[in-house]
């Protein structure tokens, strides 16, 4: 009989026979449950995978299914294979956020009453139920504490399934070297007369969460770095605006940074910062417009009022042109992601999941984030503005904005190596805390930290890939293997929250693989047979930017990746499945003290019932596009002073700094290696229009004594 599989990662297949593992619980013959602590021949393992324990006749229970079969726990995964070989499922522990027990033994007069439920980090569940007649006294105490000790190994002060996959792993290839900063920096033109590489973090003592090497205005470098100093000391966790990419022929750039830390205290003040000061030479690295630079602040108006109160807040400078972008913080983030991996696990294939999922209010969430990629893509290359872009710290709204918009810009950027590149440096290397919004290897299911942040902007590629096929050098499987291999712990570039952490502390580039070392080792998979080669013949800066509010299409829900693995998509031998499958005998309560059983079919009613009660008429994707409905509030534009509706009047209450006598010539043009881009003219496909100064933005949001946000949420 055929064998087929349903798998929450596809992982590729070894023959090599995995390494048992000895366990020191005795086998239980008389309970008709037994453990193999032997070596077994196990064709689904990976290097370096051991077999930590095995039981037989157990019940994988879900909403809707009830499988028996047997459980394989390794150090890298939970594998659970039917009866007669007919459904196989593989679980990574790094998806796992919780294990925890459910019944008691001596109460199990109803089926599926007793054993572990697992919650996962995509917000799915699932139970690992006993037979009611084989329950004994602690039977799932070693199950329990083998899970435990394995999916969460720094909870127990073990390492990662990385080191040990580093250790038989046999690849040609090593990629931790793939990004080069100096390498990356020259497609620019950088180092030049205005930017320069600055080495003052290369110990990490300068700011611990931004890499060793980094770029400047030439202008702020003095004896010791003392001005970069004073800078720090002006940015939540000493974050400085850098350089993350600039057009190498008009000389805009797009430049990074956290929130600036002054609060209410210059409100009044007439002293010129040395923030601001610091602001003004990177203005004057573009030499296209008088001293001007426009600010993209990605939170929501009144979290950034909010976080004034804290001692952060936004630039209230002169000839600083301030927008709100709101996006919101990872709570609503994480909320919303749970919504939609609810309704994709009961509703995968129902005529209802668009309605459903536009409730989650996932895909606005996504909306909000490409049309602030796309306000900085105008104002970089239409406007030739330099532009900085912020939140709260600065390693999540602001990666999502700064790397979407490359992507937009950059035609390399598209490429299998280029968005590896653009992941290494402005996700690994500018300190997205991968570790605590992912929660790798700690028992901390109720973490706050936690958040999609990353998955998030995978999706928004997704979505301009899924418009523009052709502009794309990777296929979908790419994103999806990126996204899988997020939670695995398989690899090492997404483990640990930044360089110094992944480098210097747990030196991941030595005991380690790259999952760019895996890809390139596979890369003919990962390749678009769509993609038009001709809109890359070098790794130069192309001007090819991506319009996607002109070749709008309604964003919609990434199923291949949200619903590849409902209970829908599980593949059964039709022939068998009456054998071992009763959905309506399925006990899944979802919580572990109510042990009461229902049916699949009532559940998924009253979740429909509930769904439909909520308001689903006021979603924007009911009509046309959003993208008109979308606020962004604009402060300050040149001298302009902007009052939004029911806010305080915020008013620049100090001119400008001197600009300097003279300013730097430009640089001539790069060598042939470099290409220039060049900008294209017209009217913001965003916006449509030029902004009216006196136009006043209706924004309406909560009190500020009711505004509570924790750094970047």
């Known amino acids: ?103 008691h033994s001596s109460n199990t007069t109803k089926s599926d009453s007793y054993g572990l439920e697992i919650h996962l980090k995509d917000q799915r569940k699932f139970k690992l139920a006993y037979p009611t007649k084989f329950i004994t006294k602690h039977i799932r105490r ?71 090497l980094f770029y400047v205005p030439k202008a702020s470098i003095d004896n010791d770095f003392q001005f970069l100093y004073k800078v720090a000391n002006l940015r939540s966790s000493k974050r400085i605006p850098v350089l993350s990419w600039m057009n190498c022929k008009s000389t805009a750039a797009i430049v990074r940074s956290s929130q600036p830390m002054i609060g209410f205290k210059l409100t009044t003040s007439k002293k010129v910062t040395d923030d601001e000061r610091y602001l003004q030479m990177i203005a004057d690295t573009n030499h296209n417009i008088k001293w001007s630079l426009s600010i993209i602040d990605a939170r929501p108006q009144a979290n950034a009022q909010a976080n004034r109160a804290k001692g952060g807040g936004f630039e209230n400078y002169e000839n600083c042109t301030l927008e709100f972008m709101d996006i919101q913080n990872i709570h609503v983030i994480r909320d919303s992601m749970k919504k939609v991996r609810e309704v994709c696990s009961a509703y995968a294939t129902h005529e209802m999941l668009p309605k459903f999922i536009e409730n989650t209010k996932w895909l606005n969430h ?40 490359m992507l937009m810009m950059d035609s390399y950027y598209r490429t299998i190596n280029g968005f590896a590149i653009l992941i290494e440096k402005e996700w690994c290397s500018f300190g997205h805390k991968f570790a605590h919004r992912v929660g790798h290897g700690v028992d901390k299911h109720s973490d706050q930290e936690r958040s999609p942040i990353f998955i998030q902007f995978i999706d928004c590629v997704w979505q301009l890939y899924n418009n523009f096929k052709e502009r794309f050098e990777f296929n979908e499987k790419y994103l999806l293997f990126i996204v899988d291999e997020l939670y695995t712990c398989r690899f090492g570039t997404f483990l640990f929250n930044n360089e110094r952490e ?73 022939s068998k499945k009456d054998e071992f499958i009763d959905s309506k005998k399925g006990s899944f309560d979802g919580s572990s003290d109510d042990n009461s059983s229902y049916s699949y079919v009532e559940a998924k009613d009253a979740l429909c019932e509930m769904l439909q009660q909520q308001d689903i008429s006021n979603s924007p994707y009911n009509t046309t596009s959003s993208f008109d409905k979308h ?62 100064s006196s136009q006043i933005y209706n924004i309406s949001y909560s009190k500020l004594s009711k505004m509570e946000e924790k750094s970047d949420y």
């Open 1 to 103: 009989m055929n064998s087929k599989g349903s798998y929450y990662f596809n992982n590729e297949s070894y023959s090599t026979p995995v390494k048992s593992y000895k366990n020191s619980i005795p086998n239980d013959h008389s309970s008709g449950l037994t453990t193999y602590p032997i070596t077994e021949h196990l064709s689904w393992a990976l290097p370096g995978e051991s077999l930590q324990k095995k039981e037989n006749n157990l019940y994988f229970v879900t909403y809707e299914k009830r499988i028996n079969g047997d459980i394989f726990v390794t150090n890298y995964r939970l594998y659970f294979e039917s009866k007669n070989n007919i459904y196989k499922l593989s679980i990574p522990l790094g998806l796992f956020s919780k294990v925890e027990k459910y019944g």
């Open 142 to 212: 070693d199950l329990y504490n083998t899970l435990h000790k394995v999916a969460f190994p720094i909870t127990h002060n073990l390492p990662f399934f990385s080191t040990v996959y580093k250790s038989v792993a046999t690849y040609e290839l090593d990629c931790w070297n793939l990004y080069n900063p100096e390498a990356e920096y020259s497609r620019f033109g950088i180092p030049n007369n205005d930017w320069v590489a600055c080495r003052v973090n290369q110990n990490y003592t300068f700011c611990p969460s931004y890499p060793a």
């Open 366 to 405: 996504l909306e909000t984030i490409i049309r602030a990629s796309e306000r900085v893509v105008y104002l970089v290359n239409e406007k030739r503005h330099t532009v900085l872009v912020h939140c709260s710290d600065g390693w999540d709204r602001t990666a999502q904005i700064t790397s979407l918009s």
């Open 631 to 692: 606020n962004t509030t604009t402060l300050f534009e040149g001298n302009s002073t902007f009052h939004p509706h029911n806010s305080p009047i915020i008013q620049p209450t100090r001119h400008a700094p001197p600009r300097p006598t003279t300013r730097p010539s430009p640089h001539k043009n790069p060598s042939s290696n470099i290409s220039t881009v060049m900008v294209p003219t017209g009217d913001c496909p965003l916006i449509g229009e030029e902004r009216n």
């Open 502 to 574: 992944r480098f210097r502390e747990h030196h991941c580039q030595d005991t380690t693989v790259s999952i760019w070392t895996h890809i390139y080792s596979n890369y003919e998979e990962f390749v678009n047979p769509s993609y038009n080669h001709s809109l890359l013949v070098s790794t130069e800066v192309k001007s090819d930017p991506l319009n996607f509010t002109d070749h709008y299409r309604k964003l919609t829900l990434w199923n291949t990746c949200y619903c590849r693995n409902s209970e829908e998509s599980w593949v059964f031998d039709g």
